[in-house]
């Protein structure tokens, strides 16, 4: 047989081991019904001959392609970036392969880049999405297509979910702010109406100011539509650092911020070391995310954080289970934060002028 015109069949690695056509289908699907000695040699025979599986026959029988879609907004934010990194560790682990799909925030290109992995046959979609797509979602589940979001609440429109406490992690960067002696807190953001971790952060903001007996001050929450400009897309430190600039020239500010990511956080920074405020000095600032570069920017970034990796984990291991038939105990998992303290916050000013 030459090797370089065809791969081997079932039948040339039957006849090499010197077993049945059955007991090399056997030893393939890792089944349980031949001895070591016995799969040894099927397996000397399949490294010599060179065989691989023809994965399409494969799944046209067990109508099960062991691949993974993945649907992120945008793989060159870190956050996400760890997130896949967990996710890809266990599907290789489980023997699955991962498709991945980048969405830039482009709901029409969420669509298509879904559309394409169902047609590809995918096992399962595990979405972490930057915005609610509900429309598209709902498809999928009468299509039958085990579906997991990371990040996102199901709200009736996945399988399964895993998430944090989005309001208490933000309610308790507002207690530990007040307990610094702010009392004047501003909070950066994506608009609210854009996707429900967004909603679900900005109440945490509310609640904590309530609680706190506090009120909200509109000027000095910033949620500005340039963020969801599709040209502008990946470019949040830019955008904020463009937008607190002007505010920090033209606004009264507080004496602390809460940013929605980390990344809003250092375009935050740059904008006050422009305009002369010292952190923490004169204005304390939280992000939300810890990514890897919170110790390396100046000062260290106070950030609230998620456990990205571990997110990407739990996310894959529950897809899975549910595509295997194996029962899940809860279909939402809610993951711990912590606020990690560093240099960027400290005690309230009496006054800036």
């Not at 990344?263 to 070391?273: H, I, M, S």
Request: proline letters at 3%; charged letters at 25%.
């Amino acid at each position: 047989m030459d090797k370089k015109n065809r791969n081997p069949s079932i039948k040339d690695i039957a006849r090499d081991a010197g077993v049945a056509i059955s007991t090399v289908s056997f030893v393939i699907n890792n089944r349980d019904f031949v001895s070591d000695s016995t799969k040894k040699k099927v397996l000397k025979a399949i490294d010599k001959l060179g065989y691989s599986p023809n994965i399409i026959a494969q799944s046209l029988r067990t109508r099960k392609t062991k691949t993974i879609g993945v649907i992120v907004y945008d793989i060159s934010n870190p956050f996400v970036a760890q997130i896949v990194r967990g996710i890809e560790e266990i599907a290789k682990q489980r023997g699955y392969l991962v498709q991945l799909g980048c969405t830039f925030n482009d709901l029409a290109m969420e669509e298509r880049q879904i559309n394409v992995l169902i047609n590809q046959f995918v096992d399962g979609l595990l979405i972490v999405s930057g915005r609610d797509n509900d429309k598209i979602y709902r498809k999928i589940l009468k299509k039958n297509i085990p579906m997991v979001f990371v990040d996102k609440e199901v709200d009736g429109l996945a399988n399964a979910s895993v998430v944090i406490d989005n309001v208490e992690a933000v309610k308790n960067a507002v207690d530990y702010l007040f307990s610094l002696g702010h009392r004047k807190i501003g909070y950066i953001s994506y608009p609210v109406s854009k996707q429900t971790t967004v909603k679900r952060r900005y109440e945490g903001y509310c609640k904590g100011l309530k609680n706190n007996g506090l009120k909200v001050n509109p000027e000095y929450v910033v949620m500005d539509e340039i963020y969801f400009n599709q040209e502008l897309e990946g470019k949040d430190m830019e955008i904020t650092f463009e937008i607190m600039n002007k505010f920090l020239m033209t606004k009264k500010v507080p004496t602390a911020f809460i940013t929605i990511s980390d990344l809003f956080a250092y375009g935050l920074l740059k904008a006050l070391r422009i305009n002369n405020f010292r952190v923490p000095e004169d204005i304390s600032v939280i992000g939300f995310d810890n990514i890897i570069f919170d110790n390396y920017v100046y000062p260290s970034l106070t950030t609230i954080k998620q456990p990205k990796k571990l997110m990407g984990i739990t996310g894959i291991n529950l897809l899975i289970d549910i595509i295997e038939g194996n029962k899940i105990e809860n279909s939402t998992v809610i993951l711990d934060t912590e606020l990690i303290i560093r240099e960027s916050t400290g005690p309230a000013p009496n006054e800036i002028t």
